[in-house]
């Protein structure tokens, strides 16, 4: 991937963390943070993969949606 590719994916990645509100409700705490990506990749590697994603899919969109209206 290029350079400024990559820079972009990881800028609208960390907008991601902040829409979310994981900076104010963790205190801003990286360790918390990355723990909670963690915790979500091995859902993501265990048996309940498929209804993970559409679970966090479903409220993906519905944050999305409410941020917007």
Known sequence: ????????????LGGLVAKANLIELTDDDRAVI??????AAAKLSGEDREQCLLL????GKRAFNDARG
């Open 34 to 39: 990355f723990g909670i990506l963690v915790e």
């Open 1 to 12: 991937m290029k350079r400024r590719e990559r820079t972009r994916q990881l800028i609208e």
């Open 56 to 59: 966090w899919r479903r409220r």
